[in-house]
Nanobody, 116 residues
Framework: QVQLVESGGGLVQPGGSLRLSCAAS????????MGWYRQAPGKQREQREL??????????NYADSVKGRFTISGDNAKNTVYLQMNSLKPEDTAVYYC???????WGQGTQVTVSS
């Protein structure tokens, strides 16, 4: 059983920053690429957007909507994946989830609200 615990969300003004964390159980991060997804208000679970990915060797990829503003990173020793979010916009408002790519495990998510 894989457990994923996201944290670090909150309310922030446009232009602000947040750092999300995802603590994964076991060695899931060392064995699998990880992704950060988000589900915007009014969207269904199936419409979750993949915003960033990181492989076990540190290769990263980003959705165009966040490229240049978000940075994904990982700490193998802590089995933790991070998402540094800068220059936040109201359209970044969503519940953010981390998930191992190719596996159907989801955490509870963390709410990010960008509003003045």
């Amino acid at each position: 059983q894989v457990q994923l615990v996201e944290s670090g969300g909150g309310l922030v003004q446009p232009g602000g920053s947040l750092r999300l964390s995802c603590a994964a159980s076991g060695s899931i991060f060392r064995l699998n690429a990880m992704g950060w997804y988000r589900q915007a208000p009014g969207k269904q679970r199936e419409q979750r957007e993949l915003v960033a990915t990181i492989t076990s060797d540190g290769s990263t990829n980003y959705a165009d909507s966040v490229k240049g503003r978000f940075t994904i990173s990982g700490d193998n020793a802590k089995n933790t994946v991070y998402l540094q979010m800068n220059s936040l916009k109201p359209e970044d408002t969503a519940v953010y989830y981390c998930k191992p790519l190719g596996l159907a495990y989801w955490g509870q998510g963390t709410q990010v609200t960008v509003s003045s």
